[in-house]
């Protein structure tokens, strides 16, 4: 695996050294070089957790990946270069069900410099740009949304403003501004090993975003773009206080779909695509 291979291909060619600036500046590059999809799901291929094929696939063929591979390759980039890397195991909150996926559902990453903690995760989708810090208990403010950590008890929930996606989901009790959960973490340290089921099942289950939907979405600078079944839809996040967040979607017929993947995203599928945009079924376990 070529380090720098891998920093060409997110865009980065600044210092390597293991300073705050640095994991910023290699976070928000890979968010908007590798998209996050499940292309491979619905193109007749399987994804494996093996670092060596999560390489080939993200740098060399310059496809993206949903967490799993994104965080997992980004994990052992970030390890590389010098980091402290712990990986963390979430429960993401489906938007289409409103309930959490089983353990080991999303990975994520805590990073420690210098004595402080930080959240980073380029394997979400409609996410945080740089990392979080998990010693702040105030709202963190970025160019895609604001964002908050809420503690209960050991558990640890990520939530963005719904303002800032346009939608109100889940109001702050006495008012104030609106939150929307992410998902849940806490800080025991797992293994990338631990997630190789939980890999097979997002593969598998009509239960799981991944399976049910064949989906592709890349951060922009000042939005987002995402493919989903027959459709492309673009958000777009005001410059200015004030103004609207715009969002548009577009129809695609099937020949459309693989010239869009490639102008868009720069994805050239080896096997045909079957887009995909079933309902998902909520699973019989609550978490």
């Known amino acids: 695996m070529d380090v720098q291979a891998y920093l060409k291909r997110i865009g980065y ?5 293991p300073t705050l600036e640095t994991l910023q500046e290699i ?3 890979h968010m908007l070089a590798v998209p996050f999809e499940s292309l491979t799901i619905h193109s007749g291929g399987q994804i494996k ?15 993206g990946g949903f967490c799993y591979e994104n965080n997992g390759l980004f994990s052992w980039l970030l390890s590389q ?3 402290q890397v712990t990986i963390l195991a979430a429960h993401v909150r489906n938007r289409f069900t409103c309930l959490y996926g089983p353990p080991f559902d999303h990975f994520v990453i805590m990073v420690t410099l210098q004595g402080h903690r930080w959240l980073c995760d380029v394997g979400f989708g409609a996410c945080y740009e740089l990392p979080i810090s998990l010693e702040t208990p105030s709202p963190q403010k970025q160019v895609h949304g604001v964002f908050q950590l809420r503690h209960e008890g050991d558990m640890i929930f990520l939530e963005s403003s719904a303002e800032a996606q346009g939608e109100v989901k889940e109001a702050t009790p006495g008012g104030g501004r609106s939150w ?3 998902y849940k973490f806490t800080l025991q340290p797992r293994q990338f090993e631990d997630f190789r089921n939980m890999c097979e099942y997002h593969q598998t289950s009509p239960s799981s975003l991944f399976y049910c939907k064949s989906l592709c979405s890349l951060l922009l600078p000042h ?12 958000t777009t996040y005001p410059t200015e206080e004030g103004c609207p967040v715009v969002k548009t979607t577009q ?9 869009l993947l490639k102008d868009k995203f720069g994805i050239e599928l080896s096997s045909p695509l079957i ?13």
């Open 180 to 182: 929307t959960p992410l």
């Open 27 to 29: 976070h928000r590059c």
């Open 49 to 63: 957790l093996e670092l060596p094929w999560l390489y080939e696939k993200i740098v060399l063929l310059r496809r």
């Open 251 to 259: 129809d695609l017929t099937d020949d459309e779909i693989p010239h």
């Open 223 to 234: 939005g987002r773009i995402t493919y989903m079944g027959h459709k492309l839809m673009v």
């Open 13 to 17: 060619s600044g210092p390597v050294v």
């Open 275 to 287: 887009p995909k945009d079933a309902d998902i079924v909520p699973p019989s376990v609550k978490y």
């Open 81 to 83: 270069l010098g980091f």
